[in-house]
């Protein structure tokens, strides 16, 4: 079952294949499903309350998806590019991200660049160093 995680300032904009999903559950949630079964093919049961699916993934991911999927096969996409920006967003290595997504390392570069880059770090300033600018 997921939890809601920590609220991040920027959002980052979901793509229409899960868009629903996270206006109902919200980013964090979304994310922690999508690594749990990205790319699977999952039967949709018509309703959530007590179903397998809300007992893998949580009531609020089993309402949303039942609502939208309810009764069909529903491929849950693996939304890659959404999933590096969360984890650029993170903090994460390059190779941390490569592993989580499923990628190689030079798929997350050209998933980075292709969306804008890292965000900019926050850089740790000691006192005691003089600016040298």
């Not at 959530?48 to 069909?72: N, Q, T, W």
């Not at 990628?103 to 660049?113: N, P, S």
Request: proline content about 5%; charged content about 20%; hydrophobic content about 40%.
């Amino acid at each position: 079952m997921f939890s809601g995680g920590v609220e991040r300032s920027m959002t980052i904009s979901a793509p229409h294949t899960i868009s629903w999903l996270v206006d109902a559950v919200g980013d964090d949630v979304a994310l922690q499903f999508l690594e749990s079964c990205a790319g699977q093919r999952l039967t949709v049961p018509m309703k959530a309350d007590g179903s397998r699916l809300a007992s893998l993934y949580g009531e609020d991911v089993a309402r949303a998806i039942c609502a939208r999927h309810g009764g069909l096969h529903w491929f849950v996409p693996t939304c890659k590019s959404w999933r590096v920006a969360h984890y650029a967003r993170m903090g994460m290595t390059v190779n941390e991200m490569a592993q989580r997504a499923g990628i190689t390392f030079q798929g997350v570069h050209a998933l980075l660049k292709s969306g804008g880059g890292r965000p900019p770090r926050e850089r740790s300033v000691d006192p005691r160093q003089p600016d040298l600018f």
